[in-house]
T-cell receptor
Framework: KAGVTQTPRYLIKTRGQQVTLSCSPI?????VSWYQQTPGQGLQFLFE???????NKGNFPGRFSGRQFSNSRSEMNVSTLELGDSALYLC??????????????FGPGTRLTVT | LAKTTQPISMDSYEGQEVNITCSHN???????ITWYQQFPSQGPRFIIQ???TKVTNEVASLFIPADRKSSTLSLPRVSLSDTAVYYC???????????FGTGTRLTVIP
């Protein structure tokens, strides 16, 4: 099976712009989660989707949003980018309905740089 | 949400067994203990998960005492390719939120 794929791998945006990141989970996985990783804050949970519904959300402002499509592919959007949004954004998928509580498979991430 | 405490870093020589201990004093009845490994510029990789006593798979063992307030990840005969950051997570089924903590940076020395 192909692993979790994320596009694009690298992205440079200007402060104030918006960005959309894409994630394709492993075939058959219906749970998709998003994380932000920075040197200062480490790995932080953004949100999780299961069967096109957001099941839970971490402590991030409303500028961070996401959605999941019927084929389980997911997108994450960040509006009005700030310098502090520069980070590695990771997507993970799981085969178990318990989602993040079960074994998750992570993609390689999208490195976002905001200038 | 139970938080975890791990050593910031550890060094080990190739071929040795490495034990990384994680403290999770506020673990709840329904929480599972999960370990992930992360290499630079890659997403974390699931290593092992357990609830109590001992769990073993092809790459590691996880020891959990009866009170479950701590756990130890054991890596047998480490190699240079085991140099990575190791995260201990305490996850509640259905909570749908993960806290990774700072992790332990393991450096394997030739």
């Amino acid at each position: 099976k192909a692993g979790v794929t994320q596009t694009p791998r690298y992205l440079i945006k200007t402060r104030g712009q918006q960005v959309t990141l894409s994630c394709s989970p492993i075939s058959g996985h219906r749970s998709v989660s998003w994380y932000q990783q920075t040197p200062g804050q480490g790995l932080q949970f953004l949100f999780e989707y299961f069967s096109e519904t957001q099941r839970n959300k971490g402590n991030f402002p409303g500028r961070f949003s996401g959605r999941q499509f019927s084929n389980s592919r997911s997108e994450m959007n960040v509006s009005t980018l700030e310098l502090g949004d520069s980070a590695l954004y990771l997507c993970a998928s799981s085969s178990d309905p318990a989602g993040v509580a079960y074994e998750q498979y992570f993609g390689p991430g999208t490195r976002l740089t905001v200038t | 949400l139970a938080k975890t405490t791990q050593p910031i870093s550890m060094d080990s020589y190739e071929g040795q067994e490495v034990n990384i201990t994680c403290s999770h004093n506020n673990i709840a009845t329904n929480d599972y203990i999960t370990w992930y490994q992360q290499f630079p510029s890659q997403g974390p990789r699931f290593i092992i998960q357990g609830y109590k006593t001992k769990v073993t798979n092809e790459v590691a063992s996880l020891f959990i005492p009866a009170d479950r307030k701590s756990s130890t990840l054991s890596l047998p005969r480490v190699s240079l390719s085991d140099t990575a950051v190791y995260y201990c997570l305490v996850v509640q089924t259905g909570a749908n939120n993960l806290f990774f903590g700072t992790g332990t940076r393991l450096t394997v020395i030739p």
